[in-house]
């Protein structure tokens, strides 16, 4: 989970699975303000303030929070953090979702996917999602429809993700996902006192094509 401080990285959670298949809604400028991406049981949508409560809740458990970066403590924590992605996102350097379904607007989790240099040639991307949500087809609909929108829209060429080496779920699915496992990058990750090391995987543009297209739609 990202924090309030100046790095604001998220790290991989335990619950990365494949695509399926979706479709997506995309803006023109995403700069501008963020498109809705809807896909089989999931939308992602801009953060809004009055995300934090429900963000606060689900992303600050124990079994969601373990391999994340230390979540805000507290509600205002959440809407600091809220304000920052907007502007962020205003000036080109992230995009961060909201998680919510089809018939709900709750905030359940998050995507983020931010610039490590200019112009998106190098990404990274981090995710949470609250754990009643783990297992139920949430997060493999949402991680579809951010890869897409990472490599269509934004242009990504290199996307990274880190997984800390004890999370077996999220390395595992991250490989199913089609990542390249690149190096171990030793006690790179502290938590609670903690220094664990930390798997760097990687997705290319070319990967992406070759696993064949999304399916647009633009509203």
């Known amino acids: ?13 335990p619950r990365l699975v494949a695509p399926t298949h ?8 995403w700069q501008a303000g963020l ?11 801009e953060l809004h303030t009055s995300d934090a409560p429900s963000l606060f809740t689900f992303l600050t458990t124990t079994a969601v929070a373990r391999f994340l ?25 992230c995009a961060c979702y909201a998680v919510t379904q089809p018939k709900s607007d709750r905030a359940i989790g998050l995507f983020q996917i931010r610039s490590t240099e200019p112009g ?27 890869l897409a929108f ?4 934004m242009g990504v060429h290199r996307l990274e993700a880190r997984a800390a080496a004890r999370n077996g779920r999220g390395n595992r699915a991250l ?19 903690e220094h664990l090391d930390q798997v760097l995987w990687t997705i290319l543009a070319e990967d992406r094509l070759a696993a064949g297209p999304s399916t647009p739609v633009t509203h």
């Open 120 to 146: 998106f040639g190098t990404a990274e991307w981090g995710f949470a999602l609250g754990s009643p949500f783990w297992g139920t087809g949430t997060f493999d609909d949402g991680a579809a429809l951010a």
């Open 22 to 29: 979706v479709t997506r809604s995309i803006g023109t400028n």
């Open 150 to 153: 990472a490599f269509e829209t």
């Open 175 to 193: 490989q199913k996902l089609g990542a390249v496992q690149e190096g171990l990058l030793r006690e790179s990750f502290s938590r609670n006192g």
């Open 1 to 13: 989970m990202a924090q309030p401080t100046s790095d604001r990285r998220l790290t991989v959670t």
């Open 69 to 93: 970066s230390p979540p805000p403590d507290s509600v205002t924590g959440f809407e600091r953090f809220i304000q920052w992605a907007a502007q962020e996102r205003s000036v080109g350097k």
């Open 35 to 45: 498109p809705v991406l809807r896909g089989g049981g999931v939308v992602l949508r």
